[in-house]
């Protein structure tokens, strides 16, 4: 069934004349209720089948903007009352969660808690209302996603529709594809995925059809009614209600079946919608092959048997590592984040992190672990730990779907493990071990691992969610244990078709040449069915067997993967990981900020003062030229904005410390810039965004916050005689607020230049508005900022 959602609410209202400056339009669902019912019955008319409440901005850390954050109950009630005096008993009711504005740690100043408890307070009061569903949207970060699909989920029983807005380049602004998207929410419980805002319906059809290929989960879509343009002075969207309508059934064929509009769409494109739909066929889906995906934040990795295998990297766990457990309990995690960078670098695309060190907190040591890691790298997370409360900490921290090792057939493991895998949409590695002990061979390992099957099976849990071990004893021990293992392997293969895994060095403990050992048992195990291997990636005689082995199993066609390495002698191993200390002080130090090793910044800058490196030179051949080079990548999609603000975080801890070794002299500094969100406009994340990265690279920043008057930008860039000033619209109604900025600017005969930027913005907006420059993003912003100084 093809249901339809209404479209914008806001222009309407505006157009009505109820948006008056320094009004909260979630007001006046209590103020004006009947205006409210009123919009809601123009779409009913039109044809929607859900209408969505007047609550995007309604959640407590929002409305603190306007000093309501105490009457978010009372509001959200009324909205979804408004809601129902027109909606009736057929038309469904969508309870509106909008973004918090702001970003969780580390992106942002927010702790993913407080984000929680904002939206629990805001579903709660929704679905109280009589809310039919919750529809988180507009969200431009996985993060925030999971906090208020998680808080929905434990205080409603309500259907949740999720969706992201992606930018052009077909991700959100903090990295996450469609694809990691529909892994990640799909495994949380998400019962709708879509998307909405930012594009317009052309745009939207091809991430469309990468959700709908990626879950089984229904599709919605609300784009816009294509890019805004400035006429006349005002901003208007391009696509009308006919042009609109007619995508309509694109985007079914490409797996939507709930359609709708969002920003300038009105009753009459949602009618179009309708009309474009009326005589459609319903489209029919084929159910989807469910395979093992795990997620990060901006990557998804499969682990399949048809598939080339996946390196687990086991290096991040301080059992027998003295050196790495005693910084783990004095709380450095220097070691840890160089370890999942040099592994990843190794070839590993999964990282093992286990924080089993006696006398610490682990669960706190777990989330901050992967917090840091889920920031530097892109490699899907495996949670190690045999404590549930650490497991937890670890799993609400990480922005993706982790893999959780491991859930063996002992009671209190199956009884804590298993809710805690579908609480967090993690998958499960299968440890066949049972209160008894541990089955030798392949038919009890086998009778073990359907209890576990069962058991997660029975709680929630389907194909695809499942990694099995193979549980690898020392052959020294017992001269079939390699028999054992590799029939294992293959009963796992003939009996589920689930992909497997195993750690391998214990294989030849107590032999001598144990790599002779480890590297032929793995080229065996990869021939019986071995998938994702948990191993020390810097290995290179495991590596040259894993090579050969793609090769001879098919899986490197015509060994062409293998003839490269083999010829260019290119085998990843820890000697091919570029070390710091085999580096200029400058090539560190620029290295470091590449990759946000703010930690290391210290050490590295005491030898460069050492060695009497200018300062200058300091921040432009290593600060500035790291910052050029990541600017780089990220325009080229290779970096996302999580390894931006890492890097500009360790930008700034250099600059400190080189301020505080050769303090500035009046007038000296990169420049002053000025930097604002309009009147009329409450949004400031992107702002902020550009701030941190300014401050960061050394500008004098003035930041005067959102909802910021013509007249107080213009008195405090000339009272500091400003270099720059830096205006940021997201709102299409409060665009025009930066054309009076700019007209009083040059009516003071001030000089600054103008950089205007934000969601709504383009380069032919920017020249009608007679702005200096347009920035797509915070990182074409800094280099803007950065030319402007430089000439």
């Known amino acids: 069934m093809i249901h339809i959602f209404d479209g914008a609410m806001g222009t309407i209202l505006q157009q009505k004349g109820l948006l008056a400056p320094g009004y909260c339009p979630e007001l006046l669902n209590v103020d004006k209720p009947e205006e409210i019912t009123a919009v809601h019955q123009q779409y009913i008319d039109a044809g929607s089948t859900i209408i969505e409440t007047n609550t995007f901005g309604a959640s407590p850390l929002k409305l603190a903007h306007y000093n309501l954050s105490e009457r978010a109950r009372e509001i959200n009630i009324a909205a979804v009352k408004a809601a129902r005096a027109a909606a009736g008993d057929k038309i469904k009711i969508a309870g509106s969660m909008g973004p918090t504005g702001k970003f969780i740690k580390p992106l942002g100043d927010l702790d993913f808690e407080d984000a929680y408890e904002n939206y629990k307070v805001q579903a709660a009061a929704l679905a109280e209302g009589g809310a039919d569903y919750i529809l988180i949207e507009t969200s431009i970060d996985l993060q925030e996603m999971r906090a208020a699909l998680l808080a929905a989920k434990e205080v409603t029983k309500l259907p949740v529709i999720c969706q992201l807005s992606y930018s052009e380049d077909g991700r959100t602004v903090t990295g996450t594809d469609p694809q990691t998207a529909a892994i990640t929410l799909d495994a949380m419980g998400a019962d709708i995925i879509g998307i909405n805002c930012s594009l317009g319906p052309e745009q939207l059809v091809p991430i469309v059809k990468i959700l709908s290929e990626n879950t089984e989960k229904p599709i919605s879509v609300q784009p816009n009614a294509g890019l805004p343009q400035l006429v006349n002075g005002k901003t208007t969207f391009p696509m009308g209600p006919e042009d609109f309508g007619n995508w309509a059934p694109k985007l079914v064929q490409s797996g939507a079946t709930y359609i709708g509009g969002c920003c300038g769409t009105s009753p009459a494109h949602i009618a179009a919608i309708k009309d474009a739909l009326k005589d459609f066929p319903e489209p029919t889906f084929k159910p989807l092959r469910r395979r093992l995906m795990l997620s990060s934040r901006s990557k998804t990795v499969v682990v399949d048997k048809e598939l080339p295998t996946v390196l687990i990297g086991e290096r991040i766990n301080p059992t027998g590592r003295k050196k790495l457990a005693a910084e783990i309990k004095d709380g450095s995690f220097l070691s840890v984040k160089k370890e999942a960078m040099d592994q990843v670098k190794a070839g590993a695309k999964l990282l093992d992190v286990n924080m089993g060190v006696g006398g610490i907190d682990q669960a706190k040591a777990m989330k901050k672990a992967i917090t840091e890691i889920s920031q530097l790298t892109d490699a899907p997370l495996v949670i190690d730990t045999s404590d549930p409360d650490v497991l937890e900490a ?144 810097y290995d290179e005689q495991m590596q040259n067997a894993l090579m050969a082995s793609m090769a001879l199993l098919g899986k490197d066609p015509n060994g062409k993967d293998f003839s490269t390495n083999e010829k260019n002698l290119s085998v990843p191993k820890k000697a091919a990981v570029a070390k710091q200390e085999d580096l200029t002080p400058l090539e560190a130090i620029k290295q470091a900020v590449i ?24 921040t432009e051949k290593a600060l500035t030229a790291a910052m050029n080079e990541i600017g780089v990548d990220f325009g080229a999609g290779r970096v996302f904005l999580p390894q931006v603000l890492l890097s500009a975080e360790a930008m700034r801890s250099a600059f400190n410390i080189i301020k505080e070794k050769y303090p500035a002299k009046e007038g000296e500094g990169k420049g002053t810039v000025v930097l604002a969100t309009v009147k009329g406009d409450v949004h400031d994340l992107g702002k902020n965004i550009v701030g941190a990265l300014l401050e960061n690279s050394g500008f004098n920043l003035i930041d005067l916050g959102k909802d910021v008057p013509a007249e107080e930008i213009v008195a405090t860039a000339i009272k500091n005689d400003a270099d720059i000033v830096g205006l940021c619209a997201l709102m299409t109604t409060t665009m025009t607020e930066i054309d009076e900025v700019i007209r009083q600017l040059k009516e003071s005969g001030n000089t600054s230049k103008v950089i205007v930027g934000g969601a709504a913005l383009t380069q032919d907006y920017a020249d009608e508005a007679g702005a200096d420059y347009y920035a797509q993003d915070a990182v074409i912003a800094l280099n803007i900022a950065n030319d402007i100084i430089s000439k």
């Open 595 to 618: 990759e946000g090793n703010a930690d290391a910044m210290p050490e590295l800058l005491e030898k460069a003062f050492a060695d009497n490196i200018d300062p200058n030179e300091l």
């Open 394 to 537: 670890g799993l609400r921290a990480y922005p993706g779907r982790a893999l959780i090792n491991s859930v063996s057939a002992e009671k209190e493991r199956l009884r804590t493990f298993i809710p805690l895998a579908i609480k967090y949409g993690a998958a499960i590695l299968c440890l066949p071990l049972t209160d008894d002990g541990i089955p030798k061979t392949a038919e009890e390992r086998l009778k073990v691992m359907d209890i576990i099957i069962s058991e997660a099976k029975k709680a929630g849990l389907k194909d695809g969610d499942f990694l099995l071990d193979g549980l690898v004893m020392t052959v020294a021990a017992d001269q079939y244990a390699c028999a054992h293992v590799l029939n294992t392997l293959r009963l796992y293969r003939e009996k589920y078709g689930y992909p497997a895994t195993m750690g391998l060095s214990n294989i030849s403990f107590g032999l001598p040449n144990r790599p002779l050992i480890n590297s032929t048992f793995f080229a065996m195990c990869l021939a019986a069915g071995l998938d994702a291997p948990i191993m020390n990636p």
